[in-house]
């Protein structure tokens, strides 16, 4: 970076952004139709709101949580925090309404975890959130934008090493931590990423995304560096999103996006939620990068969402792998751009006895994830943290311009994963001709008979098998008491369209898959209602939980299902969905 960029901060892009006429935020709603607020604007409400917090006795480096779904109130928070001098901690709303005393709970956790002075919230949020604030005791409660006192004033100075975001890691495999990051690391990133693409000639890259804005791929992956750019922005609410999956391609067309990120399983859907009528009139030809990142990257959904949507205009070379972490800031790694997908396949054998050796027939595909960004650079070590060569299985570590200061108030963690400018990210992977390939996760690892194998391969196995719900399978391994040797249970949801005839065969007929694809046999298949599987704050599936809620007799399978039992559930989830809503529209 330049001494000039060095000294930037995000309160500066604010400041500079507004001079392109097409710069700044489009939000769509569910009937297609947009709302446009220019980046000058969004300074302008976001002054309004500096100035209340102010006002509030908000001081420079408090930390201020924001709980708000996709639209404008989350940037008026946002970026009046920043302008305050003060911390955003954003949070993810609630979006079910099952499971509401857990998200209370966790929510708690996280406002106390982060020192948050204040929680900002939309109206209906605010009504939700009474047992969070009443557990987590912020000192200055919770507001909505509009119960803010002041108006516009001179925004706080801030500098590049002072704290900017405290973005909450996924939590996997433990509790969520809180990522301390600085102005500093996220100019890095954003940096970055608009590296990738420079406009040029008559292309003007232009962004659309879907993903949560408390997420770092949503928020630092997205937002930051198009108003870097001073570009323009199409933003969907995650939920919009998850009820009709063509929205986001459509959307895309419209707008002529080039530019969109999602994790593994919004391409999936698509795949099996999008129909031929909903992409009527639909060009994907101008989406020219097609991130897919925040969760294991399954060959088979990328081959099957080139072909599906090939016939309008979507370009194999698009879809672009990459690897990053909240810890990170974001990326790591980067697949090259404008060249198809790279898959390759290596032995099982010798994968379990972390070695990778190249096969070219039943060997387990691998998605090679890219080379380190520019400023990044990769270690593969062993448990004594001596380095690897190419072709061994590792702990992967990371060093890059916008790695985390730590995690706020928890130097021991901190230590854990930070050493001496290295990053432990706790992902397993290897080099094979510079680039990376990640095995799995250091924590998720099944162990059998002394061999360790990746939890998403046994996962994806089952995912054709019918009545299996999409994306809610977890593998999980233990050593039963007085027991020879390790234990694979396969815990499955069954979909909602699923008939009682293919939820009595789950258990085979997952056995007989796991045993195809990977030559495993579970021990035991726990077949569970749809939602059962415990998730993080995005949506990933949190295997350690499962397992512990399994061992502790709190994840126990549905009574046998019949015709009328199965009528009754689908019931009890219309009846569910009609209230969520009836509540929505009041």
Not at 16 to 32: H, K, T
Request: charged residues 25%; hydrophobic residues 40%.
């Amino acid at each position: 970076m330049t001494d000039q960029e060095e000294g930037t901060t995000i309160n500066d892009w604010l400041a500079a952004a507004g001079r392109n006429p097409e710069g700044g935020l489009r939000f769509v709603d569910r009937s297609e139709a947009a709302t446009w607020f220019g980046w000058g604007e969004i300074r302008e409400r976001a002054l309004a709101v500096c100035g209340g917090l102010l006002n509030l006795g908000i001081r420079k480096g408090d930390r201020v949580a924001l709980v708000f779904p996709t639209g404008i109130e989350f940037f008026e928070g946002l970026f009046g925090t920043l302008l305050a001098g003060a911390v955003p901690v954003p949070l993810y709303p609630p979006v079910r309404l099952g499971r509401m005393a857990e998200y209370l709970h966790r929510t708690a956790r996280m406002l106390e975890r982060s020192g948050a002075r204040l929680v900002l919230a939309d109206s209906r949020v605010r009504r939700i959130l009474g047992e969070a604030i009443a557990e987590a005791h912020p000192d200055l409660g919770c507001r909505t934008i509009g119960d803010l006192p002041g108006s516009a004033v001179e925004p706080v100075p801030v500098e590049p090493a002072d704290l900017a975001l405290i973005q909450f890691s996924s939590g996997t495999t433990v509790d969520p931590k809180p990522v301390a990051l600085s102005h500093r690391a996220i100019a890095a990133q954003a940096e970055i990423l608009n590296g990738f693409w420079p406009d040029s000639g008559e292309l003007r890259h232009s962004g659309v995304s879907w993903l949560p804005l408390y997420h770092d791929m949503g928020l630092i992956g997205c937002i930051f560096p198009a108003l870097l750019r001073d570009a323009t922005l199409t933003l969907l609410g995650p939920e919009l999103f998850v009820a009709r999956p063509a929205l986001w391609l459509r959307t895309l067309s419209r707008y002529q996006g080039t530019i969109s990120p999602a994790p593994n399983f919004a391409y999936s859907l698509c795949v099996t939620r999008v129909s031929d009528q909903e992409m009527e009139g639909v060009d994907l030809s101008g989406w020219r990068i097609a991130l897919n990142g925040a969760e294991p990257v399954a060959p088979s959904v990328l081959r099957a969402f080139r072909d599906r949507f090939a016939r309008w205009g979507f370009r194999p070379e698009a879809l672009t792998p990459v690897y990053g972490l909240s810890e990170a800031a974001l990326t790591v790694t980067f697949s090259e751009l404008d060249r198809p997908f790279r898959g390759r396949r290596f032995d099982r054998e010798a994968l379990s006895k972390d070695r990778a050796a190249l096969e070219t027939a039943d060997g387990r595909e691998i998605i090679s994830v890219g080379r380190p960004v520019p400023g990044f650079r990769l270690r593969i070590v062993d448990e004594a943290e001596r380095d690897l060569p190419e072709g061994r299985v590792g702990r992967v570590w990371a060093q890059g311009p916008s790695l985390m200061d730590g995690y706020l108030g928890d130097p021991e963690a901190t230590a854990r994963a930070l050493r001496g400018g290295w990053l432990d990210t706790g992902d397993l992977g290897f080099l094979h001709e510079g680039e990376l390939y990640l095995t799995g996760r250091a924590k998720e690892v099944i162990i059998l008979r002394g061999r360790n194998y990746a939890p998403d391969e046994i996962e994806l196995a089952v995912e054709e098998v019918p009545g299996v719900r999409a994306g809610c399978t977890v593998a999980a391994s233990w050593l039963p008491e007085d027991a020879p040797g390790e234990s694979l249970v396969l815990f499955v949801e069954f979909s909602h369209e699923a008939t009682a005839s293919e939820i009595a065969a789950l258990p085979e007929a997952c056995r007989e898959a796991v045993l195809g694809g990977t030559h495993l046999s579970p021990d035991r298949v726990v077949v569970l209602d749809p939602g059962t599987l415990p998730r993080t704050s995005s949506g990933k599936l949190r295997r350690g939980e499962t397992l512990r809620l399994y061992l502790a007799g709190e994840l126990v399978p549905p009574a046998p299902v019949t015709p009328l039992r199965l009528a009754g559930a689908m019931a009890r989830s219309s009846q569910a969905y009609a209230r969520m809503r009836q509540e929505k529209r009041g």
